[in-house]
Nanobody, 127 residues
Framework: QVHLVESGGGLVQAGESLKLSCAASGRTFSNYVMGWFRQAPGKEREFAAAISRSGGSTSSADSVKGRFTISRDNAKNTVYLQMNSLKPEDTAVYYC????????????????????WGQGTQVTVSS
């Protein structure tokens, strides 16, 4: 498995931006589809965004589309989540995850398809 460590979370006001990073080590990073999920207090973990192994294809949840952008740098073994125009409802613990399968919606959308998870980073958006 690949080991993942997130960073970049924090407390911001509504409308501001944050950029999360997730550094990978262990297995070959470029062999994995990467995803970002989030879990708000009292809610189930939900899909936020995913990116293909090469970085050429991305997808995001409707709730973040147009505001969040996922990217990756395979040379640095890092995946990013740029979050703009943050809203209080974006408050959650954000997790990055590594998926050894192919890049298609039924796979990258499903949390159970991911074999490695980071410890999470807290994002809090105040109104």
């Amino acid at each position: 498995q690949v080991h993942l460590v997130e960073s970049g979370g924090g407390l911001v006001q509504a409308g501001e931006s944050l950029k999360l990073s997730c550094a990978a080590s262990g297995r070959t990073f470029s062999n994995y589809v990467m995803g970002w999920f989030r879990q708000a207090p009292g809610k189930e973990r939900e899909f936020a965004a995913a990116i293909s192994r090469s970085g050429g294809s991305t997808s995001s949840a409707d709730s973040v589309k147009g505001r969040f952008t996922i990217s990756r740098d395979n040379a640095k073994n890092t995946v990013y989540l740029q979050m703009n125009s943050l809203k209080p409802e974006d408050t959650a613990v954000y997790y990055c995850a590594a998926n050894p399968g192919a890049y298609y919606k039924d796979n990258y959308y499903d949390a159970s398809s991911y074999e490695s998870w980071g410890q999470g980073t807290q994002v809090t958006v105040s109104s």
